[in-house]
């Protein structure tokens, strides 16, 4: 899942989990934050970092995949070229991609500010917020794209599981 920081993405991952989860689905979320306490911590956020942010999540996630789980990855993913690299790793394994972009506009996210990081960048406080000081590519050809509308959670998440259902064969 690619999106602004405040797009929704964390909230719709947890929730996609809870609905694989209840038809007998094995899904593990890939939270940035959480994975950037460990195996990313070497890792800032200049552009090389985020590209090898993203090349290292979508490595972990193929092992998940392998397994037969369901990686769920909730990241901003700035770049286009970094998403296509990703996708390409899953797909050279014969692994299921599907590129979900939540496209909340930027100001509903920064409406939202869950971590008030808009806030710290507005007021000089921080810099290299995707979107705002720091480039964000939306994705040209995403498989779903949620958070254009005022559609419910559980509306998004549908669109989302509809579509990993398709690709699954299910």
Do not use: W
Not at 118 to 139: F, W
């Amino acid at each position: 899942m690619t999106g602004l920081s405040g797009s929704g993405k964390s909230t719709i991952a947890n929730e996609l989990a809870r609905e694989l989860l209840n038809t007998s689905r094995l899904a593990y979320i890939l939270d940035a934050d959480n994975v950037r306490l460990g195996l990313n911590s070497d890792l800032g956020y200049s552009d090389e970092d985020r590209t090898e942010n993203i090349r290292r999540i979508a490595e972990v996630a193929c092992l998940f995949a392998d397994s037969g789980t369901v990686a769920i990855v909730p990241i901003i993913s700035p770049f286009i070229a970094s998403r296509e690299h990703a996708r390409k790793i899953h797909t050279d394994r014969q692994l299921r991609f599907i590129e979900v972009h939540v496209a909340t506009p930027l100001d509903e996210c920064e409406r939202r500010d869950t971590k008030g990081l808009y806030a710290k960048v507005r007021n000089g406080q921080m810099t290299g917020l995707s979107g705002v000081d720091s480039p964000y590519e939306a994705p040209q050809r995403p498989d779903v794209i949620v958070g254009q509308s005022n559609e419910s959670l559980q509306e998004s998440v549908a669109i989302i599981l509809a579509k990993l259902l398709v690709k699954a064969g299910s």
